[in-house]
């Protein structure tokens, strides 16, 4: 994830916005690098922002913004009454109870809690099935139930294999016919190779020699608990960049997408007919709060991340999911948000600290927002 200097070969800010979301291009112009910006506000999208090597419709990796895209299918199957949350795993799936797992739920798998975190290959992990083919034998790392640590790239390897037994379908069939299709989302789960063309590689980080030196004193082994759940074993970097990973589009961190696909996902999650509101409150409701056995702190909802508590002037039932190349991406009931950032650059140390403004001045622009015609949103 490190590399050279970067350089622009445009700095302008190009796209639009609505009218009182000025301020909005101003902050992603002071902050946003080979980046995108889409917002939709109850529905209707109010920002679309794009600057440096990248396009309006330019299509990168998001990794774990991805997790919401499948959380999303779960939620669907839940809502249709095909998958139970509190079953577990191993009625779907008898093998998996191999090890001590038979109690583990498909509910404890979506909020992190089964102790499955991974500590696999490169080639392992860009397929979901060899990826459950292996877990399925594996003890977890802790009794599961008792902790929660993020698995940042097998998770919903699980979910899919579940998915797959359950209906005789792939979680990515399950997407493309719900969810991407019928919405017309420019987020994919598997990338067509007609769609390769609009790809552009993920770039590395950059750091000086005395911040590369500095980073990697403090980086765990990739076999510790947190060096698993990271994903510290694998050229991240490369991963998305392999033809093989977009292709089939791993369900943890494999989506490809940009900007205006992930805030419109959002917007059918939480302003279109996809969910009811019990499902969708089922889905956001917090899960697993407190420490972390692998990031330290999280907060998780149900697949998702529980953003009311990243962002604290949103609403508590916020929602998505970030990845670690920069994306962003999530739903605020409350305010109407419906928010998607795509970035093209790594960090070399995974902060990313223009979320924090962008959501604020995205924030602070939906409050009291009014259309063109001076009539207050929705």
Same mark, same amino acid.
């Not at 139970?84 to 109870?97: S, T």
């Not at 902790?147 to 294999?161: K, P």
């Not at 995205?362 to 015609?373: E, F, K, S």
């Given at each position: 994830?490190?590399?050279?200097?970067?350089?622009?070969?445009?700095?302008?800010?190009?796209?639009?916005?609505?009218?009182?979301?000025?301020?909005?291009?101003?902050?992603?112009? =002071?902050? =946003?690098?080979?980046?995108?910006?889409?917002?939709?506000?109850?529905?209707?999208?109010?920002?679309?922002?794009? $600057?440096?090597?990248?396009?309006?419709?330019?299509?990168t990796g998001v &990794?774990?913004? $991805?997790?919401?895209?499948?959380?999303?299918?779960?939620?669907?199957?839940?809502?249709?009454?095909?998958?139970?949350?509190?079953?577990?795993?191993?009625?779907?799936?008898?093998?998996?109870?191999?090890?001590?797992?038979?109690?583990?739920?498909?509910?404890?798998?979506?909020?992190?809690?089964?102790?499955?975190?991974?500590?696999?290959?490169?080639?392992?992990? !860009?397929?979901?099935?060899?990826?459950?083919?292996?877990?399925?034998?594996?003890?977890? &790392?802790?009794?599961?139930?008792?902790?929660?640590? &993020?698995?940042?790239?097998?998770?919903?390897?699980?979910?899919?294999?579940?998915?797959?037994?359950? $209906?005789?379908?792939?979680?990515?069939?399950?997407?493309?016919?719900?969810?991407?299709?019928?919405?017309?989302?420019?987020?994919?789960?598997?990338?067509?190779?007609?769609?390769?063309?609009?790809?552009?590689?993920?770039?590395?980080?950059?750091?000086?020699? !005395?911040?590369?030196? =500095?980073?990697?004193?403090?980086?765990?082994?990739?076999?510790?608990?947190?060096?698993?759940?990271?994903?510290?074993?694998?050229?991240?970097?490369?991963?998305?960049?392999?033809?093989?990973?977009?292709?089939?589009?791993?369900?943890?961190?494999?989506?490809?997408?940009?900007?205006?696909?992930l805030a419109a996902? &959002?917007?059918?999650?939480?302003?279109?007919?996809?969910?009811?509101?019990?499902?969708?409150?089922?889905? $956001?409701?917090?899960?697993?709060?407190?420490?972390?056995?692998?990031?330290?702190?999280?907060?998780?909802?149900?697949?998702?991340?529980?953003?009311?508590?990243?962002?604290?002037?949103?609403?508590?039932?916020?929602?998505?999911?970030?990845?670690?190349?920069?994306?962003?991406?999530?739903?605020?009931?409350?305010?109407?948000?419906?928010?998607?950032?795509?970035?093209?650059?790594?960090?070399?140390?995974?902060?990313?600290?223009?979320?924090?403004?962008?959501?604020? !001045?995205?924030?602070?622009?939906?409050?009291?927002?009014?259309?063109?015609?001076?009539?207050?949103?929705?």
């Amino acid at each position: 994830m490190i590399g050279a200097a970067p350089t622009m070969s445009d700095s302008e800010v190009h796209g639009t916005v609505a009218h009182g979301f000025e301020a909005v291009r101003d902050e992603f112009a =002071a902050v =946003a690098q080979d980046a995108q910006l889409a917002v939709h506000l109850h529905g209707r999208r109010v920002v679309d922002l794009w $600057t440096g090597d990248v396009a309006g419709d330019s299509l990168t990796g998001v &990794y774990s913004s $991805t997790k919401g895209a499948t959380a999303l299918v779960v939620a669907v199957l839940v809502q249709d009454g095909v998958l139970e949350l509190d079953l577990p795993v191993a009625h779907y799936w008898p093998r998996f109870a191999a090890a001590g797992k038979g109690r583990i739920t498909l509910r404890d798998v979506l909020t992190h809690r089964s102790g499955l975190i991974g500590g696999l290959s490169a080639d392992e992990l !860009a397929d979901d099935r060899e990826t459950a083919r292996r877990l399925a034998d594996r003890r977890p &790392y802790w009794r599961p139930g008792t902790a929660y640590g &993020y698995g940042g790239f097998v998770t919903f390897a699980i979910v899919g294999e579940v998915v797959r037994l359950a $209906t005789g379908r792939s979680l990515q069939e399950h997407y493309e016919e719900r969810i991407r299709a019928p919405y017309g989302l420019d987020l994919y789960l598997g990338l067509p190779e007609a769609l390769e063309e609009r790809y552009l590689d993920v770039l590395p980080g950059s750091a000086s020699p !005395a911040e590369l030196t =500095a980073f990697l004193a403090t980086l765990p082994s990739p076999y510790s608990i947190v060096g698993m759940g990271y994903g510290f074993g694998l050229d991240q970097v490369a991963f998305l960049n392999t033809r093989r990973v977009r292709a089939l589009g791993q369900a943890s961190a494999g989506g490809v997408g940009n900007a205006r696909g992930l805030a419109a996902m &959002y917007a059918a999650a939480t302003f279109g007919p996809l969910l009811g509101p019990e499902t969708l409150g089922e889905f $956001t409701t917090l899960h697993s709060t407190g420490r972390d056995l692998v990031t330290g702190t999280g907060q998780y909802a149900l697949g998702f991340q529980a953003k009311g508590l990243r962002y604290p002037f949103l609403g508590a039932d916020a929602f998505g999911h970030n990845g670690s190349a920069g994306s962003e991406a999530f739903a605020d009931p409350l305010s109407g948000i419906a928010f998607g950032y795509v970035r093209r650059r790594f960090s070399v140390d995974w902060s990313y600290p223009e979320h924090d403004r962008l959501v604020a !001045a995205v924030h602070r622009a939906a409050v009291g927002a009014v259309d063109d015609n001076g009539k207050v949103y929705p």
